[in-house]
């Protein structure tokens, strides 16, 4: 090939090869987003208060609508940094009543595109870098009062993007000889002990002393993020009440030399493969079915024998 031929040639695959890196620039080849808010390096979700939930679908307008993003906590005033690197656009307005939260900014690069609500960025427009500093959280608590403040996350097509903003690392690893951590909050997997409704050990008596138990109550608060106990296939979904109440809801996953069913929580997906530790999904609120409960996983072996040995010893388990 003449010398020439050989540099034209270099020189279009180096240009093509400029062009898939400002696509998909190397800072994308991640699997989860960066952390977006600074004291938040899990994106950790905002459960329910007096004004609602956080999660992905939570109930809005009493019950006419739902929510079309999810609600990563982040302190009035926090650092707010750039999930993944991209085109900025804005400013977003979410209520458009100019009032002390309403401003945001669009990232777009890599395959995602996506609003960030209620923080002041740096700037409206040009590029950024993942965990690059993008503004600062505003002033929730000057327009609700007693809310968990957060930065509202939404897909610009109305998709979940809980998946993606779980951290790479499982928030708490345990022994292969046990299971991994179902709950957010419960890092030892403490089974709920007794309360006006029932205890939450297995073979504890239900229906007035006519039942047993068939599994254990993980403590879990409503709303908190809920994790995959082993690797496995998911299927679902499994309804325990049968009767579309607000808890209704859960999934089964088979896999590792077990299978379980977690109940009482709303997953991403209900099939599938999942890793030991991914997110799975969210605590749904029990308060609203069982007020004073202690709210909590129900979760039961497939053959319905006794699941306490593969979780940490915890309240109300027997000796």
């Keep these: 090939m003449p010398a020439l031929s050989l540099v034209a040639l270099v020189s279009l695959v180096s240009t093509v090869f400029a062009k898939q890196l400002d696509a998909h620039p190397p800072q994308q080849q991640h699997r989860h987003w960066a952390p977006i808010c600074s004291g938040n390096p899990t994106n950790k979700i905002r459960g329910c208060d007096r004004y609602g939930c956080g999660n992905f679908g939570a109930d809005r307008h009493s019950g006419k609508g739902k929510h079309a993003g999810v609600d990563v906590i982040c302190s009035d005033g926090a650092t707010v940094y750039a999930p ?22 669009q990232i777009t690069g890599s395959g995602y595109c996506v609003k960030l609500v209620c923080i002041h960025p740096i700037r409206y427009h040009g590029q950024i870098q993942r965990g690059q500093q993008l503004g600062r959280m505003l002033p929730m608590q000057k327009v609700f009062p007693g809310i968990i403040s957060h930065i509202h996350v939404e897909n610009c097509d109305h998709s979940d993007p809980t998946h993606l ?3 790479v690392v499982p928030p708490f690893p345990q022994q292969d000889r046990h299971w991994a951590t179902l709950c957010s909050g419960n890092p030892t997997n403490e089974i709920r002990g ?19 138990h068939t599994g254990v109550d993980v403590i879990c608060s409503d709303g908190a993020n809920v994790y995959a106990p082993f690797s496995g296939q998911l299927s679902g979904p499994i309804k ?46 029990m308060q609203r079915v069982f007020p004073g409960i202690t709210s909590h996983i129900h979760v039961e072996n497939c053959d319905r024998s006794d699941p306490t040995s593969n979780l940490e010893r915890g309240k109300g388990q027997r000796e």
């Design 84 to 105: 993944f690197s991209g085109h900025l656009s804005g400013p977003i307005r979410f209520f458009h009543n100019g009032n002390a939260i309403d401003d945001g900014v």
């Design 165 to 167: 903003l779980t951290p």
């Design 194 to 212: 007794c309360d006006k409704y029932g205890c939450g050990y297995y073979g504890a008596p239900r229906h007035n002393g006519k039942g047993r």
């Design 240 to 285: 325990f009440f049968h009767n579309g109440n607000a808890i209704d809801d859960g999934v089964q996953i088979r896999g590792s030399g077990f299978c379980v069913k977690l109940l009482c929580i709303h997953p991403i997906r209900y099939n599938g493969r999942i890793s030991k530790g991914q997110i799975l999904g969210r605590m749904l609120p």
